[in-house]
């Protein structure tokens, strides 16, 4: 599938991934340092390192690599070719590092673990947003890695898509098991009402027909109805049933290879955790291109 190039995003914020890069580093270098380039390679060695796409794909968390770079030689010099947001290709040179070459090795792991991974899920959402063809949003979910949401989340925006909620302070979402509990779906709504401000929406899962049904006739105060593992005709009549009255987002399920017949039934938003619990990462590597006598 082709990709096409799409607007840049913003660069990350410092304060998303410093804390994920040194508890990264922290935990390759151990208590007792890089002993193989410490043996291997003689002190204030000179070297300059390209971080290189191996195969094709889309760009993401080059800020946070970069970072592990400078953490290690605060001196390093770098230089920049492609953004996050880019379409790669196979060869594409993405950044250049020159420094200390302990350095350069001591924090590569860190750099291309990040980078593979969050460029793996802008590569995987660029192709989910390519087969919805501009119909809806393609968006990810809470099934995020612990402690990596924030960049995960930043790496589904480089590819195309849009944020689902960040933390479960972000939005109401019911889901089956909070109408269990509260005893059905218009005490959960009504719940949801009270509590809510006027800024926070309010999102309801629906697994069954007759369950929306339930969800129409309380619509008042609903932004937004999560239909979960719909089949391909309940989506369409979902979709003439709510007629506008509330976003409709589909979810379960979700595929690459069923994302552009759901985005044809008039969704609003298709969201899948797959983009970011059961990614490939994008394979990119760190190419020593000058060593000692820089």
């Not at 938003?269 to 983009?275: P, W």
Request: proline residues 2%.
């Amino acid at each position: 599938m082709t990709l096409v190039l799409r607007k840049l995003t913003p660069s990350l914020s410092v304060v998303l991934y410093e804390a994920v890069v040194r508890a990264a580093l922290a935990e390759d270098f151990g208590l007792g340092g890089d002993v193989t380039s410490e043996a291997t390679i003689a002190m204030h060695t000179p070297a300059r390192a390209a971080l290189v796409a191996r195969r094709p794909g889309v760009l993401a968390g080059l800020d946070a690599a970069l970072f592990a770079f400078r953490l290690l030689d605060p001196d390093a010099a770098i230089e920049v070719f492609v953004r996050d947001g880019a379409v790669l290709e196979a060869g594409t040179r993405i950044a250049t590092i020159a420094g200390d070459a302990r350095a350069l090795l001591g924090a590569e792991r860190t750099a291309l673990n990040l980078l593979s991974h969050l460029s793996g899920i802008a590569t995987a959402t660029a192709r989910y947003v390519a087969a919805a063809g501009g119909r809806c949003a393609i968006s990810e979910t809470r099934k995020t890695l612990p402690g990596l949401r924030a960049l995960q989340k930043y790496a589904v925006r480089a590819g195309g898509g849009s944020n689902h909620r960040l933390r479960l302070d972000d939005a109401i979402l019911i889901k089956d098991n909070h109408v269990a509990l509260a005893g059905g779906i218009a005490a959960a709504l009504e719940g949801a009402r009270t509590r809510a401000g006027h800024l926070v929406k309010i999102e309801i899962e629906v697994d069954t027909p007759a369950q929306l049904e339930e969800v129409l006739a309380h619509i008042e105060g609903v932004d937004a109805i999560l239909l979960d593992n719909f089949s391909l005709a309940e989506t369409c009549e979902a979709v003439r049933r709510v007629a506008g009255r509330a976003v409709i987002e589909a979810s379960g399920g979700i595929a690459l290879e069923n994302v552009a017949a759901l985005a044809q039934t008039g969704v609003d938003v298709i969201s899948s955790g797959a983009l970011t619990h059961s990614v490939t990462a994008l394979d990119i590597g760190l190419d020593i291109e000058t060593a000692a006598g820089l």
